[in-house]
């Protein structure tokens, strides 16, 4: 198992644009995470999955954004019309139930909005 | 709301000397879980250590430990013997029971020297 998996690395768009970021969770995981960092800040929670069910949503998700995980395996989310202030690293982690907190984290996806 | 302030944005330590990095946090909860989390360099975050809130004893992992005061909401963490590749960002983080919502402080960025 080669842990968590984001793509792309990085993305550069201009504003107004939508932008789609993928994650490939550890295959025996079935939680998964989506995180926003911005430069010098610790990472603040978007959404969690548990399976395909989206359980819980930050009010930082704005309508813009949108989260899918379907069949309860790669997870994908999209942000639309892009605003320079969507310029982040959108990380995804995953963790199995019962092991409260241990999250494994993939490298993450840079998003710049010019 | 549950908030996690890291007062130290950056601290170095040379090789194998001892370092520890603050951590408090605000809750109302009498359940939940603390974590260190680790972020290297242009790497993903891994997890260092996890305290259960209702267990007295601090927890330690190797060279880690941290120092666990429930009364204080304090939970700082303290490496041993540093090496070269605990040069990384330091993330406390909170989490209550039965909940997904991690909060995570502002980091400390720690440089060991050799």
């Known amino acids: 198992d080669t842990g968590v998996s984001q793509n792309p690395r990085h993305k550069i768009t201009k504003r107004g644009q939508n932008v789609t970021f993928r994650c490939d969770p550890i295959s025996e995981h079935n939680r998964l995470y989506w995180y926003r960092q911005t430069l010098g800040q610790g990472p603040e929670f978007l959404t969690y999955?548990?399976?395909?069910?989206?359980?819980?949503k930050s009010r930082l998700l704005s309508d813009r954004f949108s989260a899918e995980r379907p069949k309860g395996s790669f997870s994908t989310l999209e942000i639309q019309r892009t605003e320079q202030g969507d310029s982040a690293m959108y990380l995804c982690?995953?963790?199995?139930?019962?092991?409260?907190?241990?999250?494994?984290f993939g490298e993450g996806s840079r998003l710049t909005v010019l | 709301a549950q908030t996690v302030t890291q007062s130290q944005p950056e601290m170095s330590v040379q090789e194998a000397e001892t370092v520890t990095l603050s951590c408090t946090y605000d809750t109302s909860e009498s359940n939940y879980y603390l974590f260190w989390y680790k972020q290297p360099p242009s790497r993903q975050m891994i997890l260092v250590i996890r305290q259960e809130a209702y267990k007295q004893q601090n927890a330690t992992e190797n060279r880690f430990s941290v120092n666990f005061q429930k009364a204080a909401k304090s939970f700082s963490l303290k490496i041993s013997d540093s090496q070269l590749g605990d040069t990384a960002m330091y993330f406390c983080?909170?989490?209550?029971?039965?909940?997904?919502?991690?909060?995570f402080g502002a980091g400390t960025r720690l440089t060991v020297k050799p």
């Open positions: 982690a995953s963790s199995r139930t019962g092991e409260a907190g241990e999250l494994f």
């Open positions: 983080a909170f989490m209550k029971y039965n909940n997904n919502d991690m909060r």
């Open positions: 999955f548990q399976n395909e069910a989206q359980l819980e």
